[in-house]
């Protein structure tokens, strides 16, 4: 079943304010990685984290892994509707396994943004 | 570089029809996969295959089946459709030991009647 919790499954917020989305494991993950899909389209890459506390930063866009890597977070400065669309996390199976580079997803958050 | 195609991109079915997604990459990937996207429930891995000439099971695998026929090329097949697999496609592939970023193609909707 479903080893990463996503949070929230909706978001709703008006153009220039934050916006934050959290990814929760009971298990420590081998690594994250994040994708963002807009409305009718695929998913694209953004990030992947693998170490301890990692910080990456994107322009607006904050990604953070934990210290235990149970739990990351993707936050957003001051959104723009260009921002429209779904975020995905996702745990990429362990590099010892056959099924080496396998996805399993959490179940996303909806982002709309209100000019 | 046209990346991962998928055809069709809209497809209705009656119950009990069979159908065939197509997938292709040429990006020399060896990895390809199929998930399904549902409402609230992210995507879901259906089957993958990590190198040309293998396939095994995701998470959802009941009611499908893949061929790999070579490494561009990964389908999936619905021998009899039913309303349950109504859902969004998404083929995907990637190379993870050189990078572990995986490639989307832009999606089949299927809804089965």
């Known amino acids: 079943g479903q080893q990463v919790m996503q949070i929230p499954q909706y978001q709703h917020v008006q153009e220039g304010e934050d916006f934050t989305t959290y990814c929760n494991s009971s298990?420590?993950?081998?690594?994250i990685q994040w994708y963002k899909q807009r409305p009718g389209g695929h998913p694209v890459f953004l990030i992947q984290?693998?170490?301890?506390?990692e910080v990456k930063k994107q322009k607006r866009l904050t990604f953070q892994f934990g210290e235990a890597k149970k739990n990351s977070s993707l936050h957003i400065t001051a959104t723009q509707t260009t921002d429209v669309g779904t975020y995905f996390c996702?745990?990429?199976?362990?590099?010892?396994?056959?099924?080496?580079?396998?996805?399993?997803f959490g179940q996303g958050t909806i982002l709309t943004v209100h000019p | 570089n046209a990346g991962v195609t998928q055809t069709p991109k809209f497809q209705v079915l009656k119950t009990g029809q069979s159908m065939t997604l197509q997938c292709a990459q040429d990006m020399n990937h060896n990895s390809m996969y199929w998930y399904r996207q549902d409402p609230g429930m992210g995507l879901r891995l259906i089957y993958y295959?990590?190198?040309?000439?293998?396939?095994d099971k995701g998470e959802v695998p009941n009611g499908y089946n893949v061929s790999r026929l070579n490494k561009r090329e990964f389908s999936l097949r619905l021998e009899s459709a039913a309303p349950s697999q109504t859902s969004v496609y998404f083929c995907?592939?990637?190379?993870?030991?050189?990078?572990?970023?995986?490639?989307f193609g832009q999606g089949t909707r299927l809804t089965v009647v």
């Open positions: 295959s990590a190198s040309e000439g293998t396939t």
């Open positions: 984290l693998v170490k301890s506390g």
């Open positions: 996702a745990e990429v199976s362990n590099a010892g396994d056959t099924s080496y580079g396998k996805l399993t």
């Open positions: 298990t420590t993950l081998s690594n």
């Open positions: 995907a592939s990637s190379d993870p030991w050189l990078a572990t970023e995986a490639f």
